[in-house]
């Protein structure tokens, strides 16, 4: 097999993982301007966007082939695909060849299990260390790494990659046993709190101030989990990574929906989850990390699943509309935070401009705030959301998606109309 064949065969058998963005982490080199690729900067996006940004990523499985059973993976050991296997020369070449055309800018490495977890991370292992060590790549690296392998191959892989991850698939052992039987939680998080153990470790080197400069390490860890695949809730996968960015300091989790596939498994569903789930769950995981919410303020037991016809923050806001309207002259920060509409860029101007001046509507939609959706939850200078005269029911059915056309050819009440800005300023509506 040539190696076109392998890398249309690998590099499709890798494109179920998500977990391959970067911080823009730089890797900085002592000798000068010696080296290839660079990671500076703004950062470098890593996979195709839903509106089809490309992304400068070599993204490829070492091997396709594999010793699990995982039901919901293509490449499980019983799935009937073509398998294919790069050498690391080949991977290699094929690295340093894109990116001198400009057609990447970093690697993505995964790979399936073949004979031992060890001999699988050896070969990973070696494309980086080739890449950063012979051929002086300066570019980014992500390595997969396998939580079955010993911690000292993991640390090793942490010496060549800027980031590294290991995917964690699903959030709770129960969903692991009944679809992925070879892999286990706890070995997994084992193996994350090393890795966050020789993250700390290195920054707490280079805080010393007399100290050689340390071996270079991973600047940070991710995984992924499926979402769908099993019956877990949203409130259990945002439980798992509300545990993980707490315990471990993972960097990000990654949600992907699950997608069916050839001669699937009797224990999977025929269906796959609607795609806004996955979206929406993002959206959870925003407001969890940057805006101060706690995990049962989004899905508790009672309600354990996000509303998808709502972001998170609006079905929030609306079930506790009681403490709404926040003033945008006198409100803290956390409660602006907890705004529809006002995310933590927009929220930091309002602080800051409201130390000069008493903030009305204007300077509102000069921040280009979106004023649908903030106007029912906030007062300013020439603004109450009183004169809206809006209940529960009507202020969400006011942001709910328009029916589709077969809806409202059956009968369903016409979409809702927007709110007028000009109409609001006037007190009218």
């Not at 998500?18 to 470098?44: F, H």
């Not at 315990?247 to 699950?258: A, E, I, T």
């Amino acid at each position: 097999m040539d190696l076109l064949q392998k890398l249309e065969i690998l590099a499709d058998a890798a494109k179920y993982d998500a977990s391959c963005a970067s911080s823009g982490a730089a890797r900085k080199d002592s000798r000068g301007s010696r080296g290839v690729g660079s990671t500076g900067g703004a950062g470098i996006c890593h996979s195709y966007a839903p509106d089809g940004r490309c992304i400068s990523l070599l993204k490829v499985l070492m091997t396709n082939a594999c010793l699990y059973d995982c039901h919901y993976c293509i490449n499980r050991r019983s799935s009937n695909v073509q398998r294919a296997r790069f050498t690391p020369d080949e991977v290699v070449r094929l690295t340093l060849d894109f990116y001198k055309r400009n057609y990447i800018e970093g690697l993505f490495l995964s790979s399936g299990i073949i004979r031992s977890a060890d001999e699988t991370m050896e070969m990973v292992i070696e494309v980086g260390r080739r890449l950063r060590e012979e051929h002086h790549f300066r570019g980014y690296i992500h390595l997969k790494t396998i939580p079955e392998a010993s911690p000292e191959l993991i640390e090793r892989a942490g010496r060549y990659a800027d980031r590294i991850s290991i995917n964690i698939e699903l959030p709770t052992q129960q969903g692991l046993t009944k679809l992925a039987p070879e892999k286990n939680l706890a070995r997994t998080q084992k193996a994350m709190g090393h890795i966050r153990g020789k993250i700390e470790e290195r920054h707490a080197e280079r805080r010393k101030p007399d100290a050689p400069k340390p071996p270079p390490f991973a600047t940070g860890q991710s995984t992924q989990m499926l979402v769908g695949a099993d019956d877990s809730t949203d409130a259990v996968i945002l439980r798992r990574a509300d545990s993980l960015y707490s315990d471990y300091r993972l960097r990000r989790v990654y949600y992907s929906g699950f997608s069916p596939i050839p001669e699937p498994s009797s224990l999977l569903p025929i269906k796959p989850p609607p795609l806004v789930r996955e979206h929406r769950l993002y959206q959870a995981d925003w407001l969890l990390r940057f805006y101060g919410f706690a995990v049962d303020e989004i899905a508790s037991d009672t309600a354990p699943n996000l509303d998808l016809q709502l972001d998170p923050k609006l079905a929030w806001a609306l079930r506790h509309r009681a403490i709404f309207p926040a003033d945008v002259n006198r409100a803290p920060r956390e409660m602006l935070l907890r705004v529809p509409g006002l995310g933590v860029r927009n929220v930091d101007r309002i602080l800051g401009a409201r130390r000069h001046t008493r903030l009305r509507l204007a300077d509102l939609l000069r921040l280009r705030i979106p004023m649908k959706k903030v106007l029912p939850f906030i007062i300013a200078g020439d603004h109450s959301p009183t004169r809206l005269g809006l209940d529960d029911e009507s202020l969400r059915a006011r942001f709910l998606p328009p029916p589709k056309q077969e809806e409202l050819d059956f009968g369903a009440p016409p979409p809702p109309m927007p709110v007028d800005i000009n109409s609001v300023r006037s007190g009218e509506l």
